[in-house]
């Protein structure tokens, strides 16, 4: 599991950061990546990194401002052109189904693979054994999600010396322990499964905010979660700007993530006034509040290790 | 006026071309640019480049396919918050006011200057003193329009030598003169103005055609023209493939160019099939039916200056 940025800059694209979209790659826990907003030129930075389209898996849009959404209909059309034909799920406000279905129509795209679309409302808006995802509205001017992706806890380690000790060989029974059940051998031995697996590996919880104001959506979405990712678009000083134009500061994100028990906080959709040099010094800002806090950058990977929320 | 190249390719962007847009720097003529086709990332190559996009004044699409216009409502929107205020017309084929009052609309984007859209039917579709733009159908599958833009010719230059001879002085009767008018002089002379100015300057015709099939509608657009830029999706040896999907080769593109009694063929829109290599092989194969061809690369400046249809 990692998160990918491929557009961190605010509004409108400059040579330093592209608008936003952010992919949170799964490809070991599912194959698949998911994909966050696709500001227009998504495709065109997709292109410089290893992502493939077609593993896209699900795109979830967090409002429908245009530098969080103009890319979108490109995607979709490459992605076919492209050679993907496995279904894609769209989540996002309500409004969306409508700008796909004409942008598409009106250009004549004929998708080669099944596109769902899902206008989101507030609550889980998606769950399966591995994953879940929830919505929550943020403030923005505009509805605008963000969304907590929680990955549930995995079995636990097998304690395969123990488990050797009692005589069991690796093969078939392994397995059954591993997954829970208890298992009789020859002898008349009870294997309890629950005495040779490991307490349950804590999945990872990943929060991707939409543009907002500061607020307890946020902070709710945001709660124990592995990495929180928050919008900065303004220096700490200029929360009158942020509030005016329906933004946060550094110092905003910061104390979210803090109240929030976060682990790590991401700081992305930074305003083309800052220069890198003074990108750095917006990281700055949010640490002295909340010590684990990074700046996004175009391409920047972050890896999220299950050890992150599995001490030992 | 000169013709910078923004985007070369075809159907999907590539690292080596983006796809369509091509500026017409009218910046001398009439201090503006008008684009043509505006497909995604187009605003994101103008970054690239010395153009200010509060200085697009007229944005003609030829056809509605996603690669000539998914990069269109960032571009307008991008204008607006970079303090463009003078009015923009964009021209294009019918479906095109839904799709930007949509994509506008749905992300809240107020522009802050008048966009006027017109939908085009064949014809001339603009006109003032200096220019005329008229627009014909070709064969795309989908609506796609050429357009031609002529330059109105330009009053001829001033003898001055001649003039000076008579013994007019330089000042408001230069201008006069210049102007067409006849001046009698303090002496009672009469000064002709057709005696003392060199025959009419010739307007330049640049003629811009969207994706084609070859047609007698290419040919017509493009009678006379200083230059055509062609669409040449194909090698010579693809007419099959170009006719299956309603493009062009580059035979085709020179033939018609040939027709036409063109000056100049711009090759353009060129499948990411062929790398640059290749390319240099493309321009070749239309150089031995049309020898005034050339291959357009993203910001590549062909400049059109009035020495091409006014030779000594
Ligand atoms: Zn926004
Ligand atoms: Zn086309």
Redesign the interface.
């Known amino acids: 599991m990692e998160l990918q940025f491929l557009g961190t800059g605010a509004?409108?694209?400059?040579?330093l950061r592209?608008v936003t979209s952010i992919a949170l790659k799964l490809l070991e826990e599912r194959g698949s990546i998911w994909l966050f907003d696709a500001g227009?030129?998504t495709?065109?930075q997709i292109?410089?990194t290893s992502i493939k389209p077609k593993r896209i898996e699900k795109i979830f849009i967090t409002h429908?401002?245009?530098?969080h959404?103009?890319?979108l209909?490109?995607l979709l059309?490459?992605r076919s052109?492209?050679g993907g034909e496995a279904q894609v799920t769209l989540y996002g406000p309500k409004?969306?189904k409508?700008?796909i279905e004409?942008?598409l129509s009106?250009?004549?795209?004929y998708l080669k693979y099944d596109l769902h679309i899902e206008e989101v409302t507030e609550g889980t808006i998606f769950e399966d054994d591995a994953f879940k995802v929830e919505a929550l509205m943020l403030e923005h001017g505009?509805v605008s999600y963000g969304y907590r992706i929680t990955e549930k806890d995995l079995p636990g380690k097998l304690l395969v010396d123990k488990l050797q000790q009692t005589g069991v060989k690796p093969g078939p029974e392994f397995k059954k322990i591993k997954n829970g059940e208890d298992v009789i051998l020859e002898d008349g031995t009870l294997i309890q499964s629950s005495d040779f697996v490991g307490p349950p590996i804590k999945g990872r919880i990943v929060t991707i905010l939409g543009d907002t104001k500061e607020c307890e959506a946020a902070i709710k979405l945001a709660e124990n979660t592995t990495v929180l990712v928050h919008e900065a678009t303004f220096a700490g000083g200029e929360s009158a700007l942020a509030k005016e134009y329906f933004h946060s500061t550094t110092i905003q994100a910061a104390n979210t993530a803090k109240k929030a028990k976060a682990e790590q906080l991401i700081l992305t959709h930074i305003s083309a006034r800052y220069d890198s040099l003074q990108g750095n010094q917006l990281v700055e800002e949010a640490k002295e509040i909340f010590m684990e806090s990074y700046l996004a950058e175009d391409f920047k990977v972050f890896p999220i290790p299950l050890s992150l929320v599995n001490r030992e």
């Open positions: 509004g409108i694209p400059a040579k592209n227009e030129g495709q065109h292109l410089h429908l401002h245009g530098d959404l103009y890319g209909p490109g059309a490459s052109f492209q409004g969306i409508e700008y004409i942008s009106i250009s004549q795209t505009i």
